[in-house]
């Protein structure tokens, strides 16, 4: 499996933006999908991640209720909609993908990395 995220770009806080992960390979719907997100001077931090099926989705807490992930296997792509959108949410994001969603939960080494996309909301 590959990874391309897409869908960044600038947004004036309170706006919204939808993020995309596009995926290659046949294996891709066995895979569960994670977005993290590095902002500058700081570490990469984990976003959510929703299991192969769509059935197990989680968040951090700093985006929950404003943040959704979703995802259409028959497209090969996951989705991180993104509302309410704050300044602080400003990073480049990224989209990794796993066999088992656990892994994003405990922090352990992910299978696949995509390359990011630049989100900046300004004030």
């Known amino acids: 499996v590959q990874l391309q995220a897409s869908g960044g770009g600038l947004v004036q806080a309170g706006g919204s933006l939808r993020l995309s992960c596009a995926a290659s390979?046949?294996?891709?719907?066995?895979?569960?999908v994670g977005w993290f997100r590095q902002a500058p001077g700081k570490e990469r931090e984990f976003v959510g991640v929703?299991?192969?099926?769509?059935?197990?989705?989680y968040y951090q807490d700093s985006v929950k209720g404003r943040f959704l992930i979703s995802r259409d296997n028959a497209k090969n792509t996951v989705y991180l909609q993104m509302n309410s959108l704050k300044p602080e949410d400003t990073a480049v994001y990224y989209c990794?993908?796993?066999?088992?969603?656990?892994?994003?939960?405990?922090?352990?080494?992910?299978?696949?990395w995509g390359q990011g996309t630049q989100v900046t909301v300004s004030s």
């Open positions: 990794a993908a796993d066999q088992d969603y656990r892994d994003f939960l405990l922090n352990r080494r992910l299978e696949v």
């Open positions: 390979g046949r294996t891709f719907s066995t895979f569960a």
């Open positions: 929703i299991n192969w099926n769509g059935r197990n989705i």
